[in-house]
């Protein structure tokens, strides 16, 4: 078995590898960098050309359904129209909601002429993918038939990290490769934990956090009461209060979190303004309530009592304690949350609470590290900062203990780490070896073809 890393990379942050096993190629996740446009979003998969073994893709394996994992599939799809592609029902229908979106945004801005390049691909494209799926249900070992290939058989595991999440553990010439990407080891509120085959060979991992030693700490229970505390704060004050949020798993997981902090009466009943995409993302959770992992399975988001907002369109009131949970998650500018925090900035009583990963160079980020009084560039004008602004930790990344553990239960003897932020891949490869001495670790680098045949 061979494996390549095709991204992320040091310049873009699309999620794709290939690894060759049993004389076929499979492309692991299909990911578009969510904040580049065109052709320089799609993952570089150039290294495959210069290939002296490489055989074709034969079938295309989704994680899930965030978009720096799946939204380059029509493109890539494009390129070997043989290939299947292979996920779960709900990061199929998940996948395809926003591959429509992304389409049909990208032809209008096109027509407009906002856009010079040519959209990557368009709604019909996208319908074109729908008889290659095949849905895989977790924990069922199927063989994948191949033309010329060895015996190969795959089975998908619960990764934890949003609706429809896997990971893989693929079997072909004699031994077995656990592959995951985003993987969450615990419980989140509303999805369960991760699920690891009894062992495995190779492990190939992501490790997103595992720099971190406030994720190691985190308790999520305290980080619960700690917001439900400061969004009483606020609303004692009669302010409001933004969450920027992205669309999938994310605001999902907060809107679950203040339904239930409402309903113990630990926060008051403020009314919820979500945006129009994460609500129907919530109604995809609700269809698929009986069938996925829950740890809650008779709850639906149609309970939870939440205005819709079409963010793109309507200018919306902060008079009177409202909260909204609103895209983008790290403020791009121009997005709804970024349009709430302009106007919210410049008020005391108002809050912005961040509840999610912030990169470098975002807008969110440069708030964070923003003192009370410093000024803010926004679409040329200069905003102070005077309101409120607090981070809470919900992540859906395993923390670097939580990576350990999966690692003593499935035992490989040999560890790839895939790239994390800063420093992680080094600091779980030490980790990892430090808890299992005779275990053989290599970093993935992007382009780079690791030899896993011989663990
Ligand atoms: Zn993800």
Request: glycine share 6%; with cysteine; net charge negative.
């Amino acid at each position: 078995m061979y494996f390549t890393l095709l991204g992320p990379t040091a310049e873009n942050s699309a999620h794709c590898r290939y690894l060759s096993a049993a004389n076929a190629g499979l492309l692991l996740d299909a990911g578009l960098d969510p904040l580049l446009e065109g052709r320089a979003a799609l993952p570089d998969t150039s290294p495959l050309d210069h290939h002296p073994e490489y055989y074709p893709v034969h079938a295309i394996l989704l994680s899930h359904a965030h978009v720096d994992h799946m939204a380059a599939l029509p493109v890539l799809a494009a390129r070997w129209p043989e290939a299947g592609i292979l996920c779960t029902e709900a990061t199929w229908r998940l996948t395809r909601l926003q591959l429509c979106r992304h389409a049909t945004l990208w032809a209008q801005a096109f027509e407009r002429g906002a856009e010079l390049e040519e959209p990557l691909y368009g709604p019909a494209d996208v319908q074109d993918l729908e008889e290659r799926v095949r849905f895989v249900e977790k924990g069922e070992r199927l063989r994948l038939e191949i033309e010329g290939a060895e015996e190969l058989h795959l089975t998908a595991f619960d990764a934890g990290h949003i609706l429809g999440s896997t990971s893989w553990l693929i079997e072909a010439e004699g031994q077995s490769l656990f592959y995951t990407a985003d993987l969450c080891g615990r419980p989140q509120s509303v999805i369960q934990g991760a699920v690891y085959p009894p062992g495995a060979d190779v492990v190939v991992s992501e490790c997103t956090v595992a720099w971190s030693p406030a994720h190691a700490q985190l308790a999520r229970r305290a980080e619960i009461e700690r917001l439900a505390d400061s969004v009483r704060e606020v609303a004692a004050l009669g302010g409001s209060i933004l969450m920027p949020v992205f669309n999938m798993g994310r605001a999902q997981e907060l809107l679950y979190i203040l339904h239930s902090l409402k309903r113990k009466g630990r926060i008051p009943p403020l009314p919820v303004y979500l945006g129009r995409r994460a609500w129907e993302i919530a109604q995809l959770y609700d269809q698929f309530a009986a069938k996925d992992r829950r740890l809650l399975p008779d709850f639906q988001f149609s309970q939870t009592l939440v205005d819709i907002v079409d963010p793109e369109e309507s200018a919306l009131d902060l008079e009177g304690s409202r909260i909204f949970l609103v895209p983008s998650g790290m403020l791009q500018p121009h997005s709804a949350s970024w349009r709430v925090a302009r106007r919210m900035l410049p008020l005391p009583l108002q809050a912005i609470f961040f509840v999610g990963h912030s990169a470098g160079g975002s807008f969110a980020k440069r708030l964070l590290k923003s003192k009370p009084g410093d000024l803010l560039e926004m679409d040329g004008a200069q905003v102070p900062l005077h309101c409120r602004v607090e981070s809470f930790l919900f992540s859906s990344h395993s923390s670097l203990p939580e990576l350990l553990d999966m690692l003593q239960r499935v035992k490989p003897r040999l560890l790839v780490a895939l790239p994390g932020r800063k420093d992680s891949a080094q600091r779980f490869l030490e980790a990892a070896q430090a808890q299992q001495p005779e275990l053989r670790v290599e970093e993935a680098l992007a382009g780079s073809e690791l030899d896993i045949s011989a663990a």
